[in-house]
Nanobody, 121 residues
Framework: QVQLTESGGGWVQAGGSLRLSCSAS????????VAWFRQAPGKEREFVAL???????TYADSVKDRFTISGGPGTNTVFLQMNSLKPEDTAVYYC???????????????WGPGTQVTVSS
């Protein structure tokens, strides 16, 4: 099973930017679906963005036009460029991998340990 490791989290002021990386122990298959989820304290894990074959992307409405996912299938890294960050973006961000498309965390059986993103107002 591919091992996933996130990096790039940290502290930033509102309006700032961060770039998260998800490094895999091997190349993702071209048919793979690679996603970012996030989980804030006391809340359920929620979908952020995914990328799949032919660089097709899907975003949560809350991050659309602010976040950009890239890389993924056929490579060993997925990036999440986060711009115009808001305090409500504060969460642990997780990279996840699946052979199936889905926005539900239960679709994914392979997860990284997560990286903390904190946005101050």
């Amino acid at each position: 099973q591919v091992q996933l490791t996130e990096s790039g989290g940290g502290w930033v002021q509102a309006g700032g930017s961060l770039r998260l990386s998800c490094s895999a122990s091997r190349r993702f298959y071209t048919s793979a679906v690679v996603a970012w989820f996030r989980q804030a304290p006391g809340k359920e894990r929620e979908f952020v963005a995914l990328i799949r074959s032919f660089s097709r992307t899907t975003y949560a409405d809350s991050v659309k036009d602010r976040f950009t996912i890239s890389g993924g299938p056929g490579t060993n890294t997925v990036f999440l460029q986060m711009n115009s960050l808001k305090p409500e973006d504060t969460a642990v961000y997780y990279c996840a991998h699946s052979s199936s498309y889905g926005l539900d965390p239960r679709t994914y059986n392979n997860w990284g340990p997560g990286t903390q993103v904190t946005v101050s107002s």
